[in-house]
């Protein structure tokens, strides 16, 4: 799935993760996709939280080699 | 008056904006850095959340708004010699436990540098960027003999306990740390 912006965090800690891909979807319009890829185990729970709470959609998840991988759709 | 809501300007900002982010207070009483760190974590991660974020600093949370080059502060000899063995700023913050003299300090910065954990530093200048409130305790910086030229720029004007309730009573995460 091709995604609109990505968004690596690898290497990073929580709770860049989240941050990071707080500040993508700010500059991002309604119905785009970012693309994140971490390697926190924190944000396999905290992206899916962040993006549930804030109303946006979690199209897409999953993991390979160790990388945890999403796609989100703002509301 | 009730005209003045009815403009069209009050209507397309009522849509732009969204009308009551929810708050949340965090009083920063403590200058350890295993405290300190939580303190910003939490604070970034709410601003992330879209929160309208406080932090009120008070007593020993005021050193992590110290700047590096304050030196000792205060006129007062017991204020100085609390702020000669208190340490401040972000780097000079001391662990609760295990401090050893800054070594144990140093120790949980080296590892989180190579952990790529963001420091205390990073994320005070990022929840600055990310609109976070930075308050200091009006009362304790007098007690203490701080003044705003010892603290970092961009602070909000020096506050009490009664505009910290006053958050606190609205807000939906309220936190003493």
Known sequence: MDADVTVDARGLQCPMPVIKVSQAIKGMESGQTVAIVATDRGALSDIPAWARDMGHSLKEQFDKDNEYHFV???? | M????QSPEAEVQAEDETPTAEKMVLVAASGDLDKAWPVMIL???AAAYGMDVTVFFTFWG?????????GITGDDWR???MSAF???STDGLKLSKLNFGGLGAKFMQDLADEKNVASVQELLELAQ???VKLWPCGMTMDLMGLEESDLIPGLDTPAGAGSAISLMKEASI????
């Open chain 1, 72 to 75: 989100i759709e703002k509301t």
């Open chain 2, 2 to 5: 009730t005209t003045l809501d």
């Open chain 2, 43 to 45: 604070a970034t991660t």
């Open chain 2, 62 to 70: 005021l050193s992590i708004l110290k700047r590096p080059d304050a």
């Open chain 2, 79 to 81: 204020q100085r010699m």
């Open chain 2, 86 to 88: 208190s340490g401040g």
């Open chain 2, 129 to 131: 960027d990310m609109g």
């Open chain 2, 174 to 177: 309220n936190l003493f740390i």
